[in-house]
């Protein structure tokens, strides 16, 4: 870990910087892969199976039976949890569905605007060492609301053939029935082109590592939207005084047990704060089972003395943080100097796994300091919204020497026409 007592704001551009990878040959690799799955279709991602994920299955598609057996195969303790969390979820995504509003702008000239779901979505969940079910959650349910027609979820298998049953259990629980048996970069593949097995589609949501990120990125290439660009996750922590070393420690490696590339930054103002939250992360770090991911996520990582809580969250507006914990005292005072975070957690019992999890908010945040620009995935993210005008005679009298002017100032005459001809009547 590296630490740092009242950094000059010169070197803050040197702080923020995430971990790198070597994109050139990841975009070769996933150019590649793309290439073969639009020439080969479903054998493509038969090999790609065998090659990356050791593997041999002869259906991509995770079957009924599979399905329906997935709830014998987690504990009543674990349905009942992803039960309430789907409940919060739900809750608060239908907060966000809007009433339609006609505005009229000049006398007899209506607008308004109007939701249409994405017909056609696709969500990607990571399996591997950590199966994100809880993904499936934070994707299915706001695409359901927005009333998605088709939505298709890729995730890979197991060395056996088999898809973590607490990722079928939630898909299934989310009205989710079509299940593909492939992850990685070729999902992504599929998805954008279609395969004979698995559909195409209009829009493609889900983390995943650098392969998957890069390949979501390629995707728009062919018409495919995104949810967002994103990389490994990451948090940053402002703390004064009033926090609890304990906490903190437990919140900052949380978000490094996701994977040596993820990255967290400690901020205090106190430096007895700073000094016991790094002895409690060596002495927690002990008992994680993900502790050697963890460790190289903190070997890129900053524990930083700042003067004041201000220039902490100027530092923190400057990285944009997926998700940003405050563990301050009076935290309302400081909500309106927050500028760019993916979400924020707010006092010492805000923990950030409520969030990953079962509060309510989505977990699907930007990352790489992309939230200076992108919100994380909520109900409008599976819409599209279409506006609407009407003009009565009268609007377009009232409207029509406007439109005519600004026309023929443009030199497009023939808009002025399409005005005119209708005045003349």
């Given at each position: 870990?590296?630490?740092?007592?009242?950094?000059?704001?010169?070197?803050?551009?040197?702080?923020?910087?995430?971990?790198?990878?070597?994109?050139?040959?990841?975009?070769?690799?996933?150019?590649?892969?793309?290439?073969?799955?639009?020439?080969?279709?479903?054998?493509?991602?038969?090999?790609?199976?065998?090659?990356?994920?050791?593997?041999?299955?002869?259906?991509?598609?995770?079957?009924?039976?599979?399905?329906?057996?997935?709830?014998?195969?987690?504990?009543?303790?674990?349905?009942?949890?992803?039960?309430?969390?789907?409940?919060?979820?739900?809750?608060?995504?239908?907060?966000?569905?809007?009433?339609?509003?006609?505005?009229?702008?000049?006398?007899?000239?209506?607008?308004?605007?109007?939701?249409?779901?994405?017909?056609?979505?696709?969500?990607?969940?990571?399996?591997?060492?950590?199966?994100?079910?809880?993904?499936?959650?934070?994707?299915?349910?706001?695409?359901?609301?927005?009333?998605?027609?088709?939505?298709?979820?890729?995730?890979?298998?197991?060395?056996?053939?088999?898809?973590?049953?607490?990722?079928?259990?939630?898909?299934?629980?989310?009205?989710?029935?079509?299940?593909?048996?492939?992850?990685?970069?070729?999902?992504?593949?599929?998805?954008?082109?279609?395969?004979?097995?698995?559909?195409?589609?209009?829009?493609?949501?889900?983390?995943?590592?650098?392969?998957?990120?890069?390949?979501?990125?390629?995707?728009?290439?062919?018409?495919?939207?995104?949810?967002?660009?994103?990389?490994?996750?990451?948090?940053?922590?402002?703390?004064?005084?009033?926090?609890?070393?304990?906490?903190?420690?437990?919140?900052?490696?949380?978000?490094?047990?996701?994977?040596?590339?993820?990255?967290?930054?400690?901020?205090?103002?106190?430096?007895?704060?700073?000094?016991?939250?790094?002895?409690?992360?060596?002495?927690?770090?002990?008992?994680?089972?993900?502790?050697?991911?963890?460790?190289?996520?903190?070997?890129?990582?900053?524990?930083?003395?700042?003067?004041?809580?201000?220039?902490?969250?100027?530092?923190?507006?400057?990285?944009?943080?997926?998700?940003?914990?405050?563990?301050?005292?009076?935290?309302?005072?400081?909500?309106?100097?927050?500028?760019?975070?993916?979400?924020?957690?707010?006092?010492n019992y805000s923990c950030e796994s409520?969030?990953?999890?079962?509060?309510?908010?989505?977990?699907?945040?930007?990352?790489?300091?992309?939230?200076?620009?992108?919100?994380?995935?909520?109900?409008?993210?599976?819409?599209?919204?279409?506006?609407?005008?009407?003009?009565?005679?009268?609007?377009?009298?009232?409207?029509?020497?406007?439109?005519?002017?600004?026309?023929?100032?443009?030199?497009?005459?023939a808009h002025k026409s399409a005005v005119?001809?209708?005045?003349?009547?």
């Amino acid at each position: 870990m590296n630490i740092h007592q009242f950094p000059s704001k010169n070197s803050w551009n040197e702080l923020i910087k995430r971990p790198v990878f070597k994109r050139e040959e990841v975009s070769e690799i996933v150019s590649g892969i793309f290439d073969e799955v639009q020439k080969s279709g479903d054998k493509a991602l038969f090999d790609f199976n065998k090659k990356f994920d050791s593997v041999e299955i002869v259906n991509l598609s995770a079957s009924s039976k599979e399905i329906e057996n997935s709830a014998q195969l987690i504990s009543e303790e674990l349905k009942n949890a992803i039960q309430q969390a789907k409940e919060n979820i739900t809750k608060f995504h239908a907060s966000q569905d809007n009433e339609i509003q006609k505005i009229e702008t000049t006398k007899g000239v209506i607008c308004w605007r109007e939701n249409r779901a994405i017909e056609k979505v696709g969500i990607y969940i990571p399996g591997g060492t950590a199966p994100l079910f809880s993904t499936v959650l934070m994707l299915a349910i706001p695409a359901q609301l927005a009333g998605c027609k088709e939505i298709i979820l890729c995730t890979p298998p197991d060395k056996n053939g088999d898809i973590n049953p607490a990722i079928l259990y939630t898909a299934q629980l989310c009205g989710i029935t079509k299940i593909f048996k492939i992850g990685g970069a070729q999902a992504i593949a599929a998805l954008t082109f279609g395969t004979e097995t698995i559909p195409n589609v209009y829009k493609i949501f889900g983390p995943g590592n650098q392969f998957v990120v890069a390949a979501k990125e390629l995707a728009q290439n062919f018409g495919v939207a995104i949810d967002m660009p994103a990389g490994p996750s990451e948090v940053l922590i402002i703390a004064d005084e009033n926090a609890v070393p304990e906490f903190c420690a437990a919140d900052l490696l949380s978000q490094a047990e996701h994977g040596s590339d993820s990255q967290v930054i400690f901020i205090s103002t106190d430096l007895k704060v700073l000094n016991e939250t790094i002895k409690e992360v060596k002495k927690q770090i002990k008992s994680l089972p993900r502790n050697e991911f963890a460790q190289q996520s903190l070997d890129n990582s900053h524990f930083i003395l700042i003067k004041t809580i201000e220039e902490a969250l100027e530092f923190s507006n400057l990285y944009a943080p997926e998700h940003l914990i405050l563990a301050i005292k009076n935290f309302e005072n400081y909500i309106s100097s927050i500028q760019n975070a993916g979400s924020v957690f707010l006092g010492n019992y805000s923990c950030e796994s409520a969030g990953d999890y079962a509060s309510g908010t989505n977990h699907t945040l930007p990352t790489n300091g992309f939230a200076k620009n992108y919100s994380g995935v909520s109900l409008d993210s599976f819409v599209k919204k279409i506006t609407f005008q009407n003009l009565s005679k009268d609007g377009l009298q009232n409207l029509g020497k406007t439109i005519e002017i600004m026309a023929e100032a443009e030199g497009l005459i023939a808009h002025k026409s399409a005005v005119s001809i209708r005045l003349k009547k």
